[in-house]
Nanobody
Framework: QVEVVESGGGLVQAGASLKLACAAP????????VGWFRQAPGKEREYIGH????????YLADSVKGRFTMSRDNAKNTVFLEMNSLNSDDTAVYYC??????????????????WGQGTQVTVSS
């Protein structure tokens, strides 16, 4: 079973920043778009954004646009989510996964595969 591993979460105060990493074994991200999602307790999994294979294009949900950015290091098979100006609404478990297509619209969880176990982000107010 291939495992994608998210890391970098933690407990921070409102207004702080965090940078999450999504590491994939081997080349399972090669040629694929990678997306980030999050899920808060009692809520459905929420799309955050996705990044193209080249890293030149990103699409972000309106809820995080202007605060979150994505990047990737294909040599290290790793995708990053940098989060700034965090608030309590950002508290959730954050996940990454891959999809073959770069859509000019928000992603759907059903379009993605190779999910990791997630990393917890908790923002205290």
């Amino acid at each position: 079973q291939v495992e994608v591993v998210e890391s970098g979460g933690g407990l921070v105060q409102a207004g702080a920043s965090l940078k999450l990493a999504c590491a994939a074994p081997g080349r399972i991200f090669a040629g694929f778009v990678v997306g980030w999602f999050r899920q808060a307790p009692g809520k459905e999994r929420e799309y955050i954004g996705h990044i193209s294979w080249s890293g030149d294009h990103t699409y972000l949900a309106d809820s995080v646009k202007g605060r979150f950015t994505m990047s990737r290091d294909n040599a290290k098979n790793t995708v990053f989510l940098e989060m700034n100006s965090l608030n309590s609404d950002d508290t959730a478990v954050y996940y990454c996964a891959r999809t073959p297509f770069y859509w000019q619209r928000p992603g759907k969880a059903s379009e993605y595969s190779y999910w990791g176990q997630g990393t917890q982000v908790t923002v205290s107010s």
